[in-house]
């Protein structure tokens, strides 16, 4: 899936006095991998746009910049709760106790629209080729974080909201390496396809969910920098440069403000 052109995104907005849905929806927002990058760009984003009393719940592996993502978003929308939480989701155990501590803090019947923005991952050691990843824990590790917590994420967050019978959207953040394989890239090449076919399925199962895997671009972050330096081909390193000095790389505001317009449609 492309990145939405700029006459795609109005079209999706509509005519005068258009209203985006999330401003009329009380809304219970969940989104992982938010102490950075695009995480942290769709969590503000989101602040901008929901509905007076909504909740928006970042999570992430670095405290102090979970902060940071809750300052930018409260700066947002003083009429809305932002709720940081931390927590390492390589780790089987984490997305059971978030959900845990949810429980004390928000009621899903207090919220008319429940969202869920699976966008947590990692490129993965990028400096070796497909036949050096030998290390069957560094596998795990992996797979753990950019599969298995997704889809067991996305279950505890469906168990929760479920007593509220929310409308319920599921984003799940994908990429054209989920298509199109890309040297010293064979892991998350590999992670995001799964990721990708787990919630194609998903969707047929449960024709009643609102599902959408959104591609947000070549974006200018902190993993292209790592692959530009890392990376053990030297093809690959110099196409992430070539984006780079073209300006062809995508601030991830623009993208995640793209995400909240088109998922409306979902609403």
Not at 71 to 79: C, G, I, Q, R
Not at 96 to 105: D, K, P, V, Y
Not at 176 to 181: G, L, N, T, V
Not at 199 to 222: D, K, W
Request: with cysteine; proline share 4%; aromatic share 6%.
């Amino acid at each position: 899936m492309d990145v939405p052109t700029l006459s795609a995104v109005k079209m999706a907005e509509g005519g005068e006095g258009w209203t985006h849905p999330f401003s009329k929806r009380k809304s219970l927002c969940v989104v992982t991998g938010g102490s950075r990058g695009f995480g942290r760009s769709v969590a503000v984003a989101l602040a901008e746009e929901v509905a007076r009393g909504s909740h928006i719940v970042v999570l992430g592996r670095n405290s102090e910049s979970l902060r940071d993502t809750e300052k930018l978003s409260k700066a947002m929308s003083p009429h809305i709760q932002i709720t940081t939480l931390f927590g390492d989701l390589s780790k089987c155990s984490v997305t059971g106790s978030i959900f845990a501590c949810l429980r004390f803090q928000v009621d899903p019947t207090d919220y008319d629209h429940a969202l869920l923005v699976n966008n947590a991952g990692s490129v993965g050691n990028v400096s070796r080729r497909t036949w050096e990843h030998g290390d069957p824990q560094e596998l795990d590790s992996y797979f753990n974080l950019n599969v298995a917590s997704a889809v067991s994420l996305t279950a505890k967050f469906l168990e929760f909201v479920r007593p509220g019978n929310l409308t319920c959207t599921i984003v799940n953040v994908t990429c054209d390496e989920a298509h199109r394989p890309m040297k010293c890239h064979s892991l998350y090449c590999a992670g995001k396809a799964a990721r990708e076919m787990m919630f194609r399925v998903m969707a047929q199962e449960e024709p009643h969910l609102r599902i959408l895997s959104y591609n947000p671009g070549p974006l200018e972050t902190e993993l292209k920098t790592t692959v530009m330096v890392e990376a053990a081909d030297a093809e690959v390193r110099e196409e992430i440069r070539r984006l780079r000095d073209d300006n062809q790389l995508i601030d991830p505001d623009v993208s995640a403000r793209k995400l909240v317009l088109f998922s409306q449609k979902f609403l």
